[in-house]
């Protein structure tokens, strides 16, 4: 070991980041705030901040580290990959969170936009997004486009100066609650994939409509959108006419990369008190002080194991990652398995739990408990939305493996 | 398919009939938007009284027709398939403890209230939200039980409870003065309360034997599976239909080969649980020893596989699926509650091995 290039040790220059770091922590993180994040806003709409949230959430937009590796100029935090990991690791350490981390803006849109969007539109709609004072929903699916997305009939018109776009949207996450919405629309019927562009939308525009829809959590995160006769000023098409399969793909690849627990939104779904104390508390522990019930405990062990691989697979993908070259095949591996594993422990929650694990309201559950059944149940999308995991697997197998299509 | 008699097949395509017709899915729906305080279907509930089917194992000396297990499973598979809200199957495992433990005395006064469908009954016999025979409180002095039971299926409108306290099954009438309800709302929209015993007028139920409560709470997993079964052949065929109707990249999703191999894993667990499932209701019907086991198997093998459709059911319906305007989301959350119920896959293969001296 001793001959081994010590990638971890610290160099002298991420110390001296790592105090300045928690010095600008201590100053503006109120530990009052530990936990008290709502892990389900972004999807399930802003809620009322209090004061003290409201000044986190501005402090942290101000000084960039919402999105500490965007670039300064447009209001990011201009930090390398290996700063980044040092103000996550502060940020751990005190419990502090990133309000706008699972926010579509920080997730898919920004990091697109950075990479294909004009100065002009880089520098119009990147520092709201850093500062979190705009909402972005992603006007993809409809209803004969879901896994086959380049099916889209969304149709945007050149009127010269603007487009006008007619057609419908759904599963809008958000969309009720966005300012804005970045969209693929088809140009051109006469081609598959060359016939979409890449749109942005105001969602004030005349003749935009949206319908919640209920989903079985409980909550409605997600609409119908409906566009009639919307005009969009060509100023807002980011990229050119017919690129916009490249781009929207481009945005899904950041999309899953997040899902699978590069970002911020998966990794709080993983947080939360291990399984093996839950466990013992409801089932009890045998003479030697194990949960009393065998196959749970395998159960519980395989689960955390597999949770351990996750982490340290997650880890070789972002080492192995070239600076800035972005998400990589290995996206689709990480969201597959970050869904799995997501969606296990929830079932294990239930398992252990009982029946006061299916608790929906009302008397007679606590807190933790009532959220994780809707967490179970929201949780099911994981292996749906961004691509579901049968896509994925498809992805894999095609683009990774070579293998062929069904002729 | 077992073998049914002429009688019990007339029964099951009656109840198929009935339950397409009469409680297809959208009733359940209008039952749980609606939230009446019984949290079933009142009108259900007469309808299956009336067509006899709440005193199947009621013999026919108290107003019953004693049809047995397999005639109650195949009724109970029927009303799963639509997701049928009505106290039949928590009444049924009552009915199954007052025939096999009650005096005579006991049998007249309840089981012809309980054949009419005027008396709910149920069960009550854990104290914790995970099934737990062996970890039972709930005492009688002078007749009178006090104990707190958790989750009681159908609790909110019974009648009659059957209760498990430390030395055995009691009958408690649900308007007595010791006995109190608290609403606990669940994922499924059904019926599920605690109920506190504090001083009620108990009696016991005397004839059972020493291993009643097990012989009581085999007959109510014996009942769930049932339901399982229809809820896992309804949830399979309708993710067939649709895989056979939506259109994705030009072609129907029933074409691409990964989701075929999984419907016909699917579809081959099923052939299992039906197997395992019949098998218990056999058992039970023929009194056999090894009724334990074989329910054990049933519920160990249901809990299992309709977790498996009832996640597949959400996961190939892709969104449609998770919106509460679909039912997939039904079978989901009902499909966890029945899991859990009278012990979940594990317990079963726990006690499973331990019968067979693994
Ligand atoms: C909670 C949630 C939030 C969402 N948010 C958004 C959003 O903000 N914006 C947006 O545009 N969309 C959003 N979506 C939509 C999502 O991207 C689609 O649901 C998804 O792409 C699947 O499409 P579909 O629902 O039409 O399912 P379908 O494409 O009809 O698929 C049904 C099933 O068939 C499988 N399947 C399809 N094709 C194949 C194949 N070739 N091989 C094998 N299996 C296949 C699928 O994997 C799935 O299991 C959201 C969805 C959910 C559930």
Not at chain 2, 52 to 69: K, R, S
Not at chain 2, 125 to 147: M, N, Q, T, W, Y
Request: net charge negative; aromatic share 8%.
């Amino acid at each position: 070991m001793a001959t081994a290039p010590e990638i971890d040790a610290p160099a002298d220059p991420l110390e001296a980041f790592r105090s300045e770091a928690r010095e600008w922590l201590a100053a503006n993180f109120d530990p009052d705030l530990r936990g008290k994040d709502n892990s389900m806003s972004a999807v399930e709409g802003p809620n009322d901040d209090t004061p003290e949230q409201a000044a986190w959430k501005n402090a942290i937009g101000a000084k960039g580290w919402s999105v500490p590796t965007w670039p300064k100029e447009y209001g990011g935090g201009g930090l390398s990959r290996a700063e980044a990991r040092v103000l996550q690791e502060e940020m751990a350490k005190v419990g502090a969170w990133n309000p706008m981390g699972g926010s579509m803006g920080v997730m898919m849109f920004g990091p697109t936009l950075l990479e294909y969007g004009t100065e002009e539109q880089k520098q119009e709609h990147i520092p709201p997004i850093v500062r979190g004072e705009l909402r972005w929903c992603q006007g993809y699916s409809e209803p004969g486009a879901g896994s086959d997305l380049a099916s889209l009939q969304c149709f945007a018109e050149d009127h010269g100066d603007h487009y006008v776009v007619n057609g419908q949207k759904t599963w809008t996450s958000g969309g009720q609650w966005a300012d804005k919405c970045f969209m693929l629309v088809r140009t051109d019927k006469s081609k598959k994939h060359e016939g979409i562009t890449f749109l942005l939308c105001d969602m004030t525009s005349p003749g935009v409509e949206v319908k919640p829809i209920q989903l079985i959590s409980g909550s409605s995160p997600f609409c119908e959108t409906f566009f009639t006769d919307v005009k969009v000023p060509k100023g807002n098409r980011v990229g050119a006419e017919g690129q916009g399969w490249t781009i929207g793909k481009r945005l899904l690849q950041h999309e899953r990369n997040s899902l699978g627990g590069g970002g911020s939104s998966a990794s709080r779904l993983f947080a939360g008190a291990p399984l093996s104390a839950l466990a013992k508390k409801y089932v009890g522990v045998d003479a030697e002080g194990r949960i009393a019930d065998g196959e749970l405990r395998s159960k519980i062990i395989k689960h955390e194991m597999d949770m351990r691989a996750f982490a340290l697979t997650l880890r070789r993908v972002q080492l192995d990652a070239k600076s800035n070259s972005g998400p990589s095949a290995a996206t689709s591996i990480m969201k597959n398995v970050g869904a799995r594993i997501m969606q296990e422990r929830s079932e294990l929650l239930i398992e252990i739990r009982g029946m006061a694990g299916l608790g929906w309201e009302g008397e007679g559950f606590d807190e933790d408990a009532l959220k994780d059944t809707r967490h179970w149940l929201f949780g099911k999308a994981v292996s749906i939305y961004g691509g579901s995991s049968e896509i994925q697997n498809n992805v894999i197998a095609k683009r990774i493996l070579g293998m062929l299509d069904h002729q | 398919m077992a073998i049914l008699t002429e009688e019990q097949t007339m029964l099951r395509d009656m109840a198929r009939e009935w339950a397409d017709n009469e409680s297809p899915v959208t009733a359940f729906r209008k039952m749980r938007d609606a939230a009446p305080a019984e949290m079933f279907d009142a009108e259900a509930w007469k309808a299956q009284a009336e067509m006899g089917w709440a005193g199947i194992l009621v013999p026919e000396a108290q107003g019953g027709v004693e049809m047995g297990f397999v005639s109650l499973g195949a009724v109970l598979e029927q009303l799963g398939r639509t997701l049928t809200a009505t106290p039949l199957a928590a009444t049924s495992a009552a009915t199954a403890a007052i025939v096999l433990g009650g005096s005579e005395a006991q049998k007249a006064a309840w089981l012809p209230r309980i054949a009419s469908g005027e008396v709910v009954a149920t069960l009550a016999v854990d104290e914790g939200p995970r099934f737990a025979p062996d970890r039972i409180s709930a005492s009688v002095s002078g007749g009178k039980l006090s104990g707190t039971k958790e989750f009681v299926t159908e609790g909110d409108s019974a009648g009659l409870f059957v209760v498990a306290a430390a030395d055995g099954l009691y009958l408690v009438a649900g308007d007595d003065a010791g006995v109190s309800r608290s609403a606990r709302y669940l994922a499924d929209s059904r019926s599920h309360a605690q109920v506190v015993f504090d001083g009620a007028a108990a009696e016991k139920l005397a004839d059972g034997g020493a291993d009643l409560l097990i012989k009581v709470t085999d007959r109510a997993a014996a009942a769930t599976c049932a339901e399982m079964l229809g809820m896992a052949e309804a949830a399979f065929a309708q993710t067939n239909d649709y895989l056979k109707t939506r259109v994705q990249f030009g072609q129907v999703l029933a074409s691409f080969q990964a989701l075929q191999h999984r419907m016909a894993k699917m579809f081959t667990e099923l052939e299992l649980m039906r197997s395992a499932v019949e098998g218990a209701f056999e058992a039970i019907d023929a009194n056999r020893p090894d009724v334990p086991q074989s329910v054990s198997l049933a519920k160990a093998i249901a809990g299992d596989t309709l977790n498996l459709v009832s996640r597949e059911m959400v996961q190939l319906h892709g969104g449609i699926g998770m919106t509460d305007e679909h039912d997939a989301g039904f079978y989901l959350k009902r499909a966890r509650v029945l899991e859990t119920m009278w012990g979940n896959a594990s317990w079963h293969r726990e006690r499973f091995a331990r019968l067979g001296g693994y």
